[in-house]
């Protein structure tokens, strides 16, 4: 049965590509606006993401709206053929703002307020600035709604988790802790254990979250930091739904941002978005930067249940970033671009379509540069890739069906940075841990999705969950029946320690009834230093083929089988004899335990018998090289296999069929050879 998402709007069936536009800086020249208009159909764009810092030229004083500069551009686009995701402002503040009304500025935990500056620093709470918002907002809605060219709104730009310690913030907080516990200080104190230090809170109005001792209380701040950002995003899109209701609306999530639990976030926002900046080139093996990449893509497609996501901003060259970084390569624009469409997204948008010429992005990479032609190797790559996305939109709307999910929670990352970190130090490394867990899939072409601890389990053959430290409210159950039933799940060491407030569980780890699921008992745990390591050795005969010895690093527990089969033990240090992996048959499941970090080389020994046992399947049945992955994207009739070498150096795959490679309309031969960080698009009927 065919199933494919609609597409992220009817107005325009295709895969997108465009990026950050400005014209807002370039008023004064509109001669550069019409030289824009040529390039980007040279450049084969179709959407523009305009107005996102333009503010102080839509509203230049308090009242006063300016909308000349912006008709003029919308019209231009459309007589153009070019679509628009127009911003609203809110990423930036205006200056006549922040001195009218200070509340709008951040306020320091020290009780200060920020002066005006940069960007992404206003307060979440202040109802002045969500009036303003709202008030900008429904002007762009009401004047653009209809627009032919308008596609989607971008709102505001990158959210973050920042902290405001303004008295609005604290009000919010606290009746947001107040309904949190019922309206029973008690309980919060409990849940807090704030008898240690004497910290117990007399009074709802004493809490304020400043200390960073108290793991409970940080981590409810930063749940209130999500949802008040949560809040203050519905405040802003109120206007634009109720104006301009068919008008998609999404915000460009971040790679790096761990302070928004982006799940919750993606809930409020009609497609997901990001924006993806890898360090290429930084190692000679750009390898580990790929999968790091497709690690992240891989969560944004999840986030949705598997509906395409918009890559909404890339750089074309090379970002600025106050240090040393390196252009890409040749091909790799074309390829770093594909691998997103390969994961799931329908756009390749970039920051920025044209250099600013002063400030703090005028050298950050352009489609278009300070020479303004369209005669350099920049523009020419652009143009390629321009060229390849129009073959590729019969993919729009296609998405990816992992039999795999690798769980890798905010809270639990916040919970491990809070509360673990303590005795973990520089070992905690949750992020890391997960990617580790992530790569033998992407290096043996099996797709994953990147799922939370809230999400449903069944669809899965096997479940990963590295260091599951907290665990929220009823993850353990959902755990417990899935294996119960037949799933297979990867837990490790330090798993099922503390529950949401960051509570040490009682009875023995893994807690909340993980112990008697995977068989096992997590009795203490030792920490090594970076030049330190650990022999673990399979045993004989294990029941999963398990060859082998191999050097743990960072992090070993001292467990003990309680039922479960003892699959590799330790050979060194004073655990010598314990077991380092455990397998636990539960109802019809398997629960895998793993107790200690494990190198690349164990994981892939690991994993590939464990996608045997399970039956996974590559989405190409042949060798591939290092460096080189498969992902595949599918409507369920047809299969889009997208085979990409991530190496400067090419490479042959010897390929199980004939098949059409939709970016050169050519039949492959039986070894088919992938140029340096080349790709192919393979057209084959789905399996299944
Ligand atoms: C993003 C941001 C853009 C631009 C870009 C530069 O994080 O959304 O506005 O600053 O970085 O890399």
């Known amino acids: 049965m065919s199933k494919r998402f609609p597409p992220l709007s009817h107005k325009c069936p295709r895969i997108l590509h465009g990026g950050d536009y400005n014209p807002d800086q370039w008023r004064h020249t509109p001669e550069i606006w019409d030289e824009d208009m040529r390039l980007m159909k040279l450049a084969g764009c179709n959407a523009m993401s305009v107005g996102i810092f ?23 686009l459309a007589d153009n053929g070019i679509y628009v995701v127009l911003g609203t402002p809110s990423g930036s503040k205006p200056a006549w703002m922040s001195h009218a009304y200070p509340e709008v500025c951040r306020v320091n935990p020290d009780g200060t307020r920020q002066p005006h500056r940069v960007r992404h620093n206003h307060c979440r709470t ?41 008295e609005h913030c604290y009000q919010a907080f606290r009746e947001w802790l107040k309904k949190r516990y019922n309206y029973d200080l008690e309980k919060l104190n409990y849940a807090y254990w704030s008898s240690f230090w004497s ?69 409020a926002v009609d497609i997901v978005s990001w924006d993806s900046y890898p360090a290429w080139h930084e190692t000679d093996d750009d390898s580990a930067e790929a999968a790091r990449t497709a690690l992240v893509h891989d969560m944004n497609r999840s986030m949705k249940g598997g509906k395409p996501f918009m890559l909404m901003e890339s750089v074309p060259s090379i ?18 671009s594909l691998q997103a469409i390969a994961h799931g997204s329908d756009t390749v948008q970039y920051f920025q379509w044209r250099k600013s010429r002063g400030c703090k992005e005028k050298f950050h990479g352009a489609v278009v540069d300070h020479a303004g032609t369209e005669h350099t190797r920049v523009f020419r790559e652009v143009s390629e890739l321009g060229q390849a996305l129009a073959e590729l939109d019969e993919v729009a709307g296609t998405t990816v069906s992992p039999e795999v999910a690798l ?9 491990l ?51 599951s430290y907290m665990l929220r409210p009823g993850f353990a159950e959902r755990i417990r029946n899935y294996v119960y039933q037949g799933g297979t799940v990867v837990l490790t060491y330090w798993s099922g320690v503390v529950d949401e407030t960051d509570l040490c569980l009682l009875g023995g780890t893994p807690g909340g009834g993980l112990r008697e699921v995977f068989g096992v008992w997590e009795e203490e745990s030792q920490n090594y230093f970076p030049e330190e390591s650990v022999l673990i050795g399979a045993k004989d005969n294990n029941s999963l083929g398990m060859e082998g010895t191999y ?8 467990i003990h089988a309680e039922g479960a089969e003892v699959l590799a033990e330790y050979e060194e240090d004073y655990f010598a004899g314990s077991p380092a ?108």
């Open 319 to 336: 970002p600025t970033r106050d240090c040393i970084k390196k252009r890409k390569k040749p091909g790799m624009h074309y390829l770093s």
């Open 551 to 558: 050097n743990a690093v960072d992090i070993c527990s001292v």
């Open 126 to 166: 202040s109802p002045v600035y969500r009036e303003k918002c709202q008030m900008i907002n429904r002007k762009l809605a009401e004047r653009y709604g209809d627009h032919p060219a308008l596609l989607l709104w971008h709102v505001s730009n990158e959210y973050n988790g920042g902290d405001c310690h303004c």
């Open 54 to 76: 333009a503010w102080s030229a839509l509203e230049p004083s308090e009242g006063r709206f300016e909308f000349d500069w912006l008709d003029q551009i919308m019209d231009k």
């Open 407 to 415: 769980i890798q929670d905010y809270q639990n990352d916040w919970g």
């Open 581 to 688: 992996l455990t397998k636990n048959d539960y109802g019809s499941g398997k629960a895998y335990y793993m107790a200690c970090r494990n190198q690349a080389d164990f994981l892939r020994e690991f994993y590939n018998r464990l996608m045997v046992d399970r039956s996974i399947q590559s989405v190409l049945k042949a060798e591939l090289p290092e460096g080189v992955t498969a992902q595949k994207r599918t409507d369920g009739d047809t299969a889009y296999i997208f085979v990409m070498n991530f190496n400067e150096t090419e490479k042959n795959i010897e390929l199980d069929a004939a098949y059409t490679d939709i970016l050169t309309g050519k039949t492959t031969a039986s070894t088919a050879t992938l140029g340096g960080y080349g790709v192919m698009v393979l057209k084959d009927r789905a399996q299944s």
């Open 199 to 267: 910290h117990t809170f007399p009074d709802w109005d004493y809490i304020e979250p400043i200390d960073s001792t108290m793991h409970g209380l940080m981590l409810d701040w930063a749940r209130f930091k999500t949802e008040q950002t949560i809040d203050f995003f519905n405040a802003e899109i109120a206007p634009l739904k109720e104006v301009a209701p068919d008008i998609p609306v999404t915000t460009n999530f971040m790679t790096a941002c761990s302070t928004l639990d982006y799940w919750a976030f993606a809930k």
């Open 417 to 467: 940075d809070f509360g673990a970190r303590v005795f973990l130090g520089e070992n905690v490394k949750y992020r890391e841990e997960c990617l580790a867990h992530y790569r033998p899939f992407w290096e043996a072409g099996v797709p994953v999705d990147i799922i939370d601890q809230t999400c449903a389990l069944d669809q899965y053959q096997l479940v990963i969950a590295p260091m």
